[in-house]
């Protein structure tokens, strides 16, 4: 069994910042990445970024400049610094991870997502 637990979402105004995080546990082999998608609502899921174990990232153009990802292999946790905030990043925010829970098996997973409010 393996649980994504995110933390950091809320309200707040337009060029502000929130810092999202997202623990990893359970019966975790290895993690190969970790990132955060949104949904806005009437909208399809769309990947904001993610980060390897091994440090390579990729951003949604949208966000890119502004929102910054990184990791703690240790912890197996992923964070989500998001900066100059602007209402259009108002979304529910999900994070996910491709990991291993046996050596054969990559599985994704999913957290319950955490809502982000950015008010104009």
């Known amino acids: 069994q393996v649980q994504l637990v995110e ?3 809320g ?3 337009a060029g502000g910042s929130l810092r999202l995080s997202c623990a990893a546990s359970g019966s975790i082999f290895s993690i190969y990445l970790m990132g955060w998608y949104r949904q806005a609502p009437g909208k399809q899921r769309e ?3 993610y980060i390897t174990r091994g440090d390579s990232t990729n951003y949604a153009d ?3 400049g502004r929102f ?3 990791r703690d292999n240790v912890k197996n946790t992923v964070y989500l610094q998001m900066n100059s905030l ?3 990043d108002t979304a529910v925010y999900y ?3 491709a990991l291993w829970t046996i050596p054969t098996v ?3 997973y999913w957290g319950q997502g955490t809502q982000v409010t950015v008010s104009s």
């Open 62 to 64: 949208s966000v890119k």
């Open 95 to 97: 994070c996910n991870a």
């Open 47 to 49: 990947l904001v970024a």
């Open 7 to 9: 933390s950091g979402g």
């Open 86 to 88: 602007k209402p259009e």
């Open 68 to 70: 910054t990802i990184s």
């Open 106 to 108: 990559r599985s994704d």
């Open 11 to 13: 309200l707040v105004q």
